[in-house]
Each structure stands twice: as structure tokens, then as C-alpha cells.
């Protein structure tokens, strides 16, 4: 009954004060200032979600109203205002409303906070469906989420509580949006009162990771040792799923990093100081991607297979190579290599060295001990999947051209040339 009364009284005074005759010279409000306060701080939020409500009133009650007629019937628009403004304020009484007729009108309203007012606030925040790694992370995101309730709520009278809601989730939304866009954010007030308690939750948002494609290689040992730790890394991969892909990506870094520790970590690794480099690639398809490779030491098993090349008369050559090498810095590569070549009967055995002379150019020498000769060799690496090689054997001075192109970590192609016909040699790598 009082809400639609004030209404009425704000109508009525709206077409009475509008019908009076206007005349062009006399002055007029042009603009309306609103100043609330309070023998208690009102939080700031909560204050211009105030002030922005009594502007709306007194814009439709003073806007365009001749400053004489505003200041001979002041007391009847703070009347209007505190009648309207009091059906809607809960948690306050309104001691005092003051209307200044002036070009920019200023109304001003003196509050008194009722009895219990919220001292502190206490944030309980809880992450929806996401594994420990996934958790911690969001809630680091996040960990200044209690500040936009203090700063809402501290000062705030217990029975002013459902002026908060709106606020608060407004300005709840602006942090999440933020701080951390790929969650949404739920609250319920579980217990108003002097130390009031909020629960929180954190809900992940479309799209997510669907799978995961784990792979796991290393350029310096065979991956078949990467085996016995794949289950694991699988294991902890998983925990992936489910995660915002953008979430993924704006962490991309740190992620590859934890699992990139984790194998590092393992007591394997560490005795044989492994690193670990991990890729991630963000999508609902996310692919993870560890390298693992040794400091110094290099263990490489090789098959090799020529297509179209004569040896000893047998035109299909398969070769089984064991390659141990050490690169004691970026410049130098020393390197063993025992082969076997099983449908010829024949064998080989090498001991080489590399240098880097310029960039992508390698220059090096290797020892046959079979047919105790040396060998010159001429190797440029155009990226990380096409090269060229040229090696000049001394002990049947013959020059071999070669053109690889790497198809995977496991196989590369390479086109080669002596002199005496072309042949492609398949390279696969254990």
C-alpha cells in the first residue's frame, strides 16, 4: 500500500509541477547531483547502486523545473524522495533528505545504518569437476575473489543484504572476467551476520578438452625406454580433460612445464640427467607432446633399408645400425656406429667426428675400421625435417649425395647418389 502511494505522490507531483506554464527566460535545473551518506561508511558499490537509484527519481521529479518553483516547494520533492526511496531501502532509516534548487540540483540524503552491521567476510571457494593440478591453478586465478565481497559488503547493515545481490554479481562477473574468463562463477550467502560467511564456486565453461593425444619421443635414446612411463604420464595427462581449452592455452606454459618436472623427477631420469621438453597444443583434441632427451650422451638404433641399391650383388640392402655418440657442447659431435648387414653377411664399424662451422653446417671425418680408411662428410640442415648430406669415401673413392626428408621421429626418406644410379634408402628410428 505504501510503495503504490508513493508512486501516486510521484506521478501526481510530476504532472502537477510539468503543467505549470513555462516561459523560456526563467532558469532551469539542467543537472541533478545525488550525495548519500551515513553515520557508518556505506561500501562504495552498494552506495552508487544507491545514488544512481535516487537519481532516477529526482531526474523524472526536478529535470527541466524552474529553480524558483524547485526552491518554494523543496519541501515537497525531499518529501516525494524519501517516501519513494524508503519502499525500496531495507537495512537503513533515512534521516534527512535535502533538495537544493540550483542550475545543477543537488540532493542530498543522510542515512542511519540499523543495529548489526558486516565487519569481515569469509570466503570459502571451491573448484567444480577439475583434478588437484587443474584446482590449484584455478584457484590462484582467483585467490583475489574475497576482496570484491569486503569491498561490497564490509560496513554493509545485516538487513541491507539483498541490496548486495545485484552488486555483487556484477561485480563478481567483472572479476572472473578478468582474472579468469574460462569459469563462471556462482555465490550463496550462508550466513549473514557480523562475520559473514560466503561460499563460492567456480564452474568450467565451453569448450573443453575432450581427448588427449599423448606422445612421448626423444632424439637421444630409443623411445622404447619412454615405455615404461608412458602409463603414468597417460595417467597424469588425464587430468587434462574436462578443462576449458582456453584455460589451457592462457596456461599453456606452466602445464608443460609440470609435466615436463615430472618426468624429470622420476629416478631414471635423474641418473641419467634426462630434460624434458613438453609441447601442448590447446583444442577439445588436445595433443601433449614430451621430448626427452639426454645432456650429453646420444644412443640411436637405426634400420636401413636401400631400394634399388646393388651390394655385393644383392639388390635389396637392409642394415642394422647402433649409434653411441657424445656432444660435449653445440660445436662438436663424437660418435661410434656398429652395423650389420644381414642378407649380405657383411659388417661395419666407425668411430667419426662433427663440427658445426657455420650455421645448419656440419663438416666431419669417420674412421672405417673395416677397411681402415677415412671419410670426409658434408652435412646442412635446411629445418628440422630436410637436409643434405655429401660423404667421399677414400677406400673406394666414391661420393655419395643423399637428400632426407623426415617423416616422423620414427622414419625419414632419404634420396641417394653415387655416380652409378639413383636409390632410395628408407631410415627407421628404434
Same mark, same amino acid.
Given at each position: ?62 529535470? @527541466? ?173 588425464? @587430468? ?61 638404433? @637405426? ?11 644383392? @639388390? ?115
Amino acid at each position: 500500500m505504501k510503495i503504490k502511494r508513493g508512486i501516486f505522490l510521484l506521478l501526481l507531483a510530476s504532472i502537477l509541477f510539468s503543467a505549470w506554464p513555462a516561459s523560456a527566460d526563467v532558469p532551469r535545473i539542467e543537472g541533478i547531483s545525488v550525495s548519500i551518506s551515513s553515520s557508518e561508511e556505506i561500501p562504495l558499490p552498494i552506495r552508487e547502486r544507491m545514488e544512481k537509484s535516487v537519481y532516477s527519481v529526482a531526474e523524472q521529479l526536478l529535470m @527541466e523545473k524552474s529553480i524558483e518553483e524547485i526552491r518554494k516547494n523543496s519541501d515537497t520533492y525531499e518529501k516525494i524522495i524519501h517516501e519513494v526511496f524508503d519502499k525500496v531501502l531495507v537495512g537503513y532509516t533515512i534521516q534527512a533528505v535535502e533538495v537544493k534548487g540550483d542550475t545543477n540540483s543537488a540532493v542530498t540524503i543522510q542515512l542511519m545504518p540499523w543495529k548489526d552491521v558486516i565487519r569481515d567476510v569469509k570466503i570459502d571457494v571451491s573448484v567444480e569437476g577439475m583434478t588437484p593440478l587443474i584446482e590449484k591453478m584455478v584457484l590462484k586465478d582467483a585467490e583475489n575473489i574475497e576482496s570484491v565481497f569486503q569491498e561490497t559488503l564490509s560496513g554493509l547493515p545485516v538487513g541491507a543484504i539483498d541490496w548486495s545481490n545485484g552488486v555483487l554479481k556484477k561485480n563478481v562477473n567483472s572479476f572472473m572476467e578478468k582474472n579468469i574468463p574460462e569459469f563462471r562463477a556462482d555465490f550463496d550467502i550462508v550466513d549473514v551476520a557480523e562475520n559473514t560467511k560466503v561460499k563460492v564456486t567456480l564452474y568450467p565453461l565451453l569448450p573443453v578438452v575432450r581427448t588427449l593425444d599423448l606422445q612421448m619421443h626423444s632424439d637421444t635414446f630409443p623411445n622404447f625406454w619412454l615405455l615404461s612411463m608412458r602409463e603414468q604420464m597417460q595417467k597424469e595427462a588425464n @587430468e587434462l580433460i574436462g578443462v576449458p581449452v582456453a584455460f589451457v592455452s592462457r596456461h599453456r606454459a606452466d602445464i608443460a612445464a609440470h609435466y615436463s618436472d615430472m618426468l624429470d623427477s622420476t629416478d631414471e631420469f635423474k641418473r641419467f640427467h634426462v630434460n624434458t621438453d613438453t609441447t601442448v597444443v590447446p583444442s577439445e583434441n588436445m595433443t601433449l607432446l614430451s621430448r626427452s632427451n639426454l645432456e650429453k650422451l646420444r644412443i640411436r638404433g @637405426e634400420s636401413w633399408s636401400d631400394i634399388g641399391h646393388r651390394h655385393n650383388g644383392n @639388390e635389396y640392402i637392409h642394415r642394422l645400425r647402433v649409434r653411441l655418440g657424445w656432444d660435449p657442447d653445440l660445436l662438436n659431435r663424437f660418435y661410434v656406429i656398429s652395423e650389420t648387414i644381414p642378407n649380405a653377411g657383411d659388417w661395419g664399424a666407425y668411430a667419426g667426428y662433427k663440427r658445426n662451422v657455420v650455421k645448419n653446417l656440419w663438416l666431419g671425418l669417420e674412421y672405417d675400421f673395416k677397411h681402415k680408411k677415412i671419410a670426409s662428410e658434408v652435412e646442412y640442415d635446411f629445418n628440422k625435417w630436410w637436409s643434405f648430406s655429401h660423404e667421399y669415401r677414400n677406400y673406394d673413392s666414391k661420393s655419395e649425395w643423399g637428400v632426407n626428408y623426415k617423416l616422423h621421429d620414427f622414419m625419414a626418406l632419404k634420396m641417394m647418389y653415387d655416380g652409378d644410379g639413383v636409390w632410395l634408402r628408407i631410415i627407421g628410428n628404434l
